[in-house]
């Protein structure tokens, strides 16, 4: 290997002194420290979203208006939804990105580390202004999180232009960082590191960048749309001025569908790190799971109406959407029988990050099987606005992003903090988890098919005994997320030092530096064979 | 790719990688704004949403099928807002594809302020809404009335000969908006 290193005067990032204090967060460019500050601030709005949804479970514990105001709940589920699909579910891959991108692909740092602090630092004003609506005599968004015309724009409570502004800038932010993390990818891998031999994880991070790109400014236009359409007389969701509230259905699911893949892409790449490494496998078909990550990308665009079934689409629309939809379940397919074919026959162990990655095959797939009823044009117009859909997108989303996270984080916390987690505190983690989230969302799947409909504080008595198990299972979920803060604080304080490479299966690039990981690593790129 | 030690020494041209993306984020907020007439044009040729024509058609005579007899029907409803009193004089008629026909709407306006209405028409099933076709329609233009007046509004339309077999009932319904701020700015 050569010592010929990038013209370092040019990079003052390779100076090895931080700043001390708070001005080392405020001005870092360092990927490491801006990682750590998205895995703690998606956290904090975890927990901030999380407390939102406990006061609905608490509300719907029994029939009956008891503690908020229906006003108060619909902006309640709106700011819910806001929240963690914005601040927590987000934030947290673009974190890892940060955290681990560099080092699996041998490069010293993000491609455009400055622009890095900017998209972090902007990040916390969104939702400071998403946040502050709930303090205004209007009050939150109370018009769901998927904003719908015209209950966002003519029946507005005035907190539209809150609710807007706070969006552009979220977009902004996940803009930049996703220009950072295809720039970092197509530029600063190690010599020899080509396309087809970088971690799967790096691979699922490029193309929900790619889809990031494409959507993110969809979304900037759509709300665009409705802040003048509510504040300066346009009309393009209006009818009596010509336009048409249904449009605004398609304009956002262009943006809304490959969402869904943005939030869920990267937890497959992180799923199919941690797999083999405690399966003591290769990945099974690597190169299926590439092309499946990317057809899946592709398929997204042109699936989005079958958000929207009951909107009186033409026989031929619906068809066409509901084979395109039921065409992802077979990419979806492959990689669930990748995983399963990874751990066949292997050396397994299970500890915590493998705990929560096969928890993550099982109910993920759980969510996919619910995602294909409602595919199914037919059904979906019995199972459309009812808490089935509700049970469906947290399957996928609490149980499947939300776990992956948590098995991401268990995996990398020995290389980021240099101490091993608590074994014990972090089963504990795990089993409540599984066994509360499982309580709090299977049960929706009955009160969906039983009638109930989503968004709505109270309900007929025939649904009272079911939603009393998925409140006690909410509130247990939310509590038992308060020992992975624990399991966290723990481990950074001390604990048992943790080698290189605590993990005897784990391969890649990031286990051949020190833990914690130096400030700066790979300032001479590693040679990759 | 390959890629070695050597070509690694020069630092990779990231601005040209960065103004590509840069381009695509303004190509696509760009092309947010485009479905809005993409999606007119689409519903325009498709016929889909129930959008009916917003100009006058003429009349083409291509004879009257008297073998099918097509239910009409009309409703109106009031947006949000405006007080006016606005329905069809009769609720239903019978037609014969290419038959055309004539029926009156009636609106008062109950307010004690003039007000300028527009009613906005949709044919259900939506994709019926490209054969029902308005020679005249008090659609085409906006309605000022004044505090306390009332007209008898006009509509002359006829169902298309070519509609599908399998479509026995039209409903045409007009949401009637106020328009009044509009019209003076």
Redesign the interface.
Known sequence: ??T?T??ES?DDAHHDHKMKGIKRWLYTTNHKDIGTLYLWFSFIMLLTGGALAMVIRAELFQPGLQIVEPDFFNQLTTVHGLIMVFGAIMPAFTGFANWMLPMMIGAPDM??PRMNNWSFWILPFAFAILLSSFFMESGAPNFGWTFYAPLST??SNGSTAFFVFAVHIMGVSS?MG??NI??TI??????????MKMPLFVWTFFIMAYLL??????????VT?VLTDTYF?TS?FN????G?P??FQ??FW??GHPEVYIMILPAFGIVSTIIPAFARKKLFGYSSMVYATGSIALLSFIVWAHHMFTT???LF?ELFFMYCTMLIAVPTGVKVFNWVATMWRGSMTFEVPMLFSIAFVILFTIGGFSGLMLALTPVDFQYHDTYFVVAHFHYVLVTGSLFSIYAGAYFWLPKWTGHMYSDSLSKWHFWCSLISVNLLFFPMHFLGLAGMPRRIPDYALQFADFNKWVSIGGFAFGLSQLIFLAVVIKCIRGGNKAPAKPWDGAEGLEWTVASPAPYHTFST?P?VD | MSDNTEQKLVKPNNSKVIKKLVFMVFAMFGFGFALVPLYDVFCDITGLNGKTNDVAVVYSDNGIDTSRTIKVQFITRMAKGIPWQFEPIINEISVHPGEMKFVNFFAKNEANHDITGQAVPSVSPGLAAGYFQKIECFCFERQPLRSGEEVEMGLQFYVDIDLPVDIHTLTLSYTLYDITEKKDS
């Open positions: 290997m050569t010929h990038i013209d040019l491609a455009l003519t029946y803009i996703a220009i295809v720039v197509m530029n600063m891998r190690a010599p020899g590191m080509t396309y790109i494409a959507v993110m400014p969809v979304l900037a236009g759509v749309m007389g393009f009818a009596a001025g010509g048409d249904v449009m398609h304009i262009f943006f009186g689409m033409p629309g790129p040679k």
